[in-house]
């Protein structure tokens, strides 16, 4: 049910060999925490290679902190190569992104539909900001990620659940309120399933749509985690032709084996079905 957003390291010409043979939704290629800066040409080179798709988004090094400002050949050379996807890290003020437009509309191919854009949350100013920013529609963002390890660097927090609770809270309910996708944060258990597991059903749970990943056994992982109980997919099923009527306009609340469901369980219901023809147990 969680799209996968999959980092690759745009200095690992393997990893990009590979893109095609891995089943992640969309695939990020990474120029900044993962590349260092003396292999950025090198790394560009390989992307040259590639042809970019619609679901393939680079991140790059677009605030690069001892100037602050924006870096224009990298932007340059990604478009010049093909990419309109961009993934905005470091974000922290409307500037950044007033910055990164003025940068933009300069070049013939820009768009506001045809660039896409993440913002991720990363420092708690971005998160202040977070709101404005996407109401001013500055730039064509589809999606908040949060980057929880560099957030809790800045902050001094230790990285566990509970103290990521009021973030995520906050990055999802942002999402929501404006249309946008929600992607959950990065989890480092490459050795460790059942923690990896845990932490993407916690964010499903609360309601990301997306997680990134590091590396592609995660993608099955996701796919097989049990995001719905037997017992709710046995009562989805049992109530879904009934509460269809309510979709119809038939009737206004429907009642079965004690429970209420009125109009607002509808859309839930068809998730529960639609998971289990994909993923689940017939």
């Known amino acids: 049910m969680l799209k996968t957003y999959l980092f690759v390291p745009a200095n690992n010409q393997r990893f990009i060999r590979k893109i095609p043979l891995i089943p992640a939704d969309y695939i990020i290629f990474d120029l900044e925490d993962s590349v260092i800066k003396d292999e950025v040409a090198s790394s560009f080179q390989n992307l040259k290679t590639i042809v970019p798709e619609s679901n393939h988004y680079i991140r790059l090094n677009i605030f690069p902190e001892e100037t602050g400002y924006v870096d224009l050949a990298l932007i340059s050379e990604s478009i010049g190569i093909g990419f309109r996807n961009f993934i905005i890290p470091k974000y922290r003020c409307i500037a950044q992104i007033e910055a990164l437009q003025s940068i933009l509309i ?166 529960i079905i639609k998971w289990s023809q994909d993923y689940g147990s017939e």
């Open 106 to 271: 300069k070049h013939k191919h820009y768009t506001f539909d045809s660039f896409r854009f993440i913002l991720l949350i990363e420092h708690p100013l971005g998160l202040y900001n977070l709101h404005e920013t996407i109401q001013r529609k500055i730039l064509n963002i589809e999606a908040i990620g949060f980057g929880s390890h560099d957030y809790c660097n800045v902050t001094g927090m230790k990285h566990i659940l509970n103290n990521l609770a009021y973030v995520r809270q906050l990055i999802v309910n942002s999402a929501k309120a404006f249309g946008l996708s929600a992607i959950d944060f990065v989890s480092l258990h490459l050795d460790n399933d059942q923690i990896f597991c845990e932490e993407a059903y916690d964010g499903f749970s609360l309601g990301f749509t997306g997680k990134f990943i590091i590396h592609p056994k995660q993608i099955e992982l996701i796919k097989g985690i049990q995001y719905y109980s037997t017992l709710e997919v046995a009562e989805a099923k049992s109530i879904y032709k009934k509460i269809l009527e309510i979709q119809k306009g038939k009737v206004a609340v429907v009642r079965l084996n004690g429970k209420i469901y009125e109009k607002p369980h509808i859309n839930k219901i068809i998730d």
